[in-house]
DNA sequence: CGGCATCTTAACGCCGCCTTAACAAGCCCG
DNA sequence: CGGGCTTGTTAAGGCGGCGTTAAGATGCCG
């Protein structure tokens, strides 16, 4: 379920409206990208591939029109319009030049917020989303998005800790977590000093995901500091 | 290859305004299904198929925002929203049911021809699901666009709560869903600690849906976490 | 107003998971 | 060489989640 925060890139000169939006989308778990001219603009749609474009039309350099004829030659990105001109002819023409939606100056954050929603709910509808994140270390394979963990083909059976316990380890595969960090996040933080619950649960993992749980070569001791998942 | 014209679904109660789109859309090749209620606008829309639907939230039957909703449970057809309420609310309210945009009235006629053409132009880049949404996995077959059920070819009978519940489920299928998931989309906000409502309706789908609800083998349950409906 | 379908609430036994305890084995240190 | 610490392993108890049943409340239809 945890895919990164989405890519916001916003084509906008005023100092102002920048500001604003980057507050606006600062507190909701998205990625910013600004630029201020036409030029650059198109180049960090390019070079930073983002999810949803947002673009004024009043730039210094080129027509806004025009960026969106350019950016509609290669690629489908959604692109919000942001414009202080409300003449109905632009609207139309914004749109039929490939914009996915057109919001006039000035406008609620909540709105934009639900509507780069809508752009992005069509985007992720699109073909070619990837299957799933997976983590695939020797003959074990854990799919994050549909909670299942597979040993050799054979699907496994992890209770509701032990499966969190192997999220963690698994996403910081290669690096060393110590006992502190894991208590901390499979049980909270009231439970940093109960380094007995690891020891019980990195067992019950070993049993169930080790070739040979008596001489582990996946889920290793640091002795003294805490453990390890094997990257590859 | 010329496709015929694209079929829109005005969803509008005030002849007034059925007259207005009427005129709009006549000169523009389009086809156009008129409905007066909620309740005949979603038998339209399950009937004809329409390209785009046109919706007004202040129907004499039933929310505007209702209708969204009922649309979403199984067809992805583009919603454009037009309404006399022009709070931010309202809006953000209707997009993020699903709606693919919100004209608040009054509103140029060029511009909803053009926020149609671009409804039109996102629902052909979908890929080709074209006949009904239906799941099939077993011997159980879900329709929802028909609102029915299938098992070995025999009809079942399912309470409105159990068919949101079931259509939670298939809608995911694979995929686990937590209760709190599962008690937010079927029962609201409201519910999402009444776990117990689960237990006795998942249970019932059992009942109608497993050949052998004592070992079930679609409706899986994952201990301590939440239900998955098993995928092929 | 009565009857039916559906939702809601209550109650209970069972199984599985978490927790706790106890002990063996390995390692560092004096 | 021995004591104390950390780690691994096994077993047992209690609690909560889950499935199940049934009765009461609610709402809709004629």
Redesign the pocket.
Known sequence: MDRPAPLVLLIEDEPQMRRFLRAALGGHDYRLVEAATAKEGLAQAAGRNPDVILLDLGLPDTDGLEVTRQLREWTRTPIIVLSARGREQDKVAALDLGADDYLTKPFGVEELLARIRVALRHASLQPGDAPDPVFEMGELKVDLAQRQVFRAGQQL????????LLVALVRHAGKLLT?RQLLQEV?GSN?IT???????????L??KIEPD??R?RLL????????RFKAD
Chains 1, 2 share one sequence.
């Open positions: 059976h992890l209770t509701p800790t032990e499966y969190r006992h049980w439970f109960q380094t007995h619950y690891l020891r019980i649960y990195i067992m019950q070993r049993q749980p008596t582990p290793l001791t640091e002795p003294g500091v805490g453990y």
